[in-house]
């Protein structure tokens, strides 16, 4: 296996894991949260926002925003012209689709919920924060959770497609048939 294979496949493990955490958490945890009542709603989505931040949610995201363009670069430096363009459409809608859609979008709102001091406030405006939040939260959610999915599909076809003339790995040597 050379360098470049091996990059790809961390890149796409790493797409894998966040477009899977995503995924995972539209179709389980969002539905789970949105029975609760509105107090043990913000409560839980305060708690949740604190605890993902942490080194593994770290590495899956912002690793995925650095090894795209290094495994794009290696295919554009390589002459593989089909996966090159492959990999910078990933690249380009998981940093616009995924991450900046979290940093201005999901990341705020997350902010000011953590700013948000339930005890001290009413029903009402409890039930106003929750409606505030939710709505906006999941739409960036959803459309993050969407580029991360198109991300990786992107990748995975970036792995089994490849040009044809495609400059190989020196180290990479076919063996001869004998006749």
């Not at 953590?114 to 409606?131: K, T």
């Not at 960036?140 to 991360?148: G, Q």
Request: charged share 10%; net charge neutral.
């Amino acid at each position: 296996m050379n360098t470049q294979n091996l990059v790809l496949i961390i890149t796409a493990t790493l797409t894998a894991l966040i477009a899977g955490l995503f995924y995972s958490y539209s179709c389980s945890v969002n539905p789970g949260l949105g029975k609760l009542a509105d107090k043990e709603y913000l409560l839980a989505m305060q708690s949740i926002n604190k605890e993902i931040l942490n080194p593994v949610f770290f590495l899956s995201f912002m690793g995925t925003l650095v090894m795209l363009p290094v495994s794009t670069f290696l295919k554009y430096k390589s002459g593989d012209t089909i996966a090159f363009w492959l990999l910078l459409a990933a690249t380009i809608l998981y940093a616009a689709g995924t991450f900046v859609i979290t940093m201005a979008g999901n990341v705020p709102l997350n902010e000011t919920l953590d700013a948000f001091d339930i005890n001290s406030n009413s029903v009402n405006e409890i039930a106003e924060q929750r409606r505030v939040f939710e709505s906006s939260w999941n739409m960036f959610h959803s459309i993050r959770t969407i580029a991360a999915i198109a991300a990786l599909i992107l990748v995975i076809t970036g792995c089994v497609l490849s040009s044809p003339n495609s400059n190989k790995d020196k180290n990479n040597v076919t063996p001869q048939r004998s006749l």
